[in-house]
Each structure stands twice: as structure tokens, then as C-alpha cells.
């Protein structure tokens, strides 16, 4: 039997883009486990995406996951868009080309061992857990030490 996994992940950038940071919570039974960097310069929506990343790295088997989150391009991207990106050679019905392609794909090959149900939740409500997951984030952004490999050539 896989184990039951919890997961909680937000992201926090103070520009977009600007110095930003991620934090995601796994849960299982009482351990817990907090994963967080700040990085000098990114966007909100790759901050989003690391932090399930991230999350899904730290599983060293497959598992059950449950993963609550407030951004809806986190989900919806997965759940919805990530299919329709692949067949259309990364592009959006308009033609434009998708942002955070490299996260995207990476996240998609970690998901693929493990059974997920994704839970969206209003971002700042009474979710203890969900708002530790931002006032961390919030906290890794105004103390970056990491460079997004994809704005590691630009300036601050």
C-alpha cells in the first residue's frame, strides 16, 4: 500500500519579476517536513511551480499524494493545459510559446510514479499549514540566496 502524502506549496514573489521564494510542507502522519529557498531574481508563477517540484523530489517512493495549493496556474496547468501545450509544441492557442517550459516538463516526469488529488484553496484563509507555507515563501524571497537558472545571466 502506498503511503498517504500531504503536501502544501505556495509561492511569493516581491516584484514579477523580482527576488522570490517557495515553500512547500509534506506532511505524513506527525513527521513534517518544510523545504524553502529564496532566489535573487524569478517570477511568481515559476516560485509556484518549484515548490511542488521540490515537494515531489523529496518522495523516495511512490505514494499517495494530496497536494493543497492557492495558485490555480499551478493546478490548472497540470490538470488542464499541460497536454495541449505538449501537442501543440509548447504553444498556446494564439501561438505564443509557454512560459516555464523547463518546470512544466520537469514537474509532469515527477508526477508520474504517484497518485495525486490536487486541492485548491483560497490563498490567506484559515489553513494553518497553508499559511505558514507563505509566510515562509514571503520570508525566503526578502533573503534569496539561490539564482533561477533561467534569469541567472541578467542583472538584479
Known amino acids: 500500500m502506498k503511503k498517504k502524502i500531504q503536501m502544501f506549496t505556495d509561492g511569493s514573489c516581491l516584484k514579477?519579476?523580482?527576488?522570490?521564494g517557495f515553500c512547500v510542507i509534506?506532511?505524513?502522519f506527525t513527521y513534517q517536513k518544510i523545504i524553502s529557498?529564496?532566489?535573487?531574481?524569478?517570477?511568481?508563477?515559476?516560485?509556484?511551480l518549484m515548490a511542488a517540484i521540490y515537494g515531489f523530489k523529496a518522495l523516495k517512493e511512490k505514494c499517495n499524494v494530496t497536494i493543497t495549493t492557492d495558485s490555480q496556474y499551478l493546478r490548472k496547468g497540470i490538470?488542464?493545459?499541460y497536454k495541449?501545450?505538449?501537442k501543440n509544441n509548447w504553444k498556446k492557442k494564439?501561438?505564443?510559446?509557454?512560459?516555464n517550459k523547463d518546470l512544466w516538463i520537469l514537474l509532469h516526469n515527477l508526477?508520474?510514479?504517484h497518485k495525486i488529488k490536487w486541492i485548491w484553496t483560497k490563498g490567506h484563509i484559515k489553513n494553518?499549514?497553508?499559511?505558514?507555507?507563505?509566510i515562509i515563501a514571503r520570508k525566503e524571497a526578502k533573503n534569496p540566496k539561490y539564482y533561477d537558472k533561467k534569469y541567472q545571466f541578467k542583472k538584479k
Do not use: A, V
Request: proline letters at 2%; hydrophobic letters at 30%.
Open 84 to 86: 495541449n501545450w505538449e
Open 79 to 81: 490538470l488542464f493545459w
Open 111 to 113: 508526477l508520474n510514479s
Open 94 to 99: 494564439n501561438k505564443n510559446k509557454i512560459k
Open 37 to 48: 529557498k529564496g532566489f535573487y531574481l524569478t517570477t511568481n508563477n515559476r516560485m509556484e
Open 16 to 20: 514579477n519579476p523580482g527576488s522570490g
Open 26 to 28: 509534506i506532511k505524513y
Open 128 to 134: 494553518t499549514i497553508q499559511n505558514l507555507c507563505d
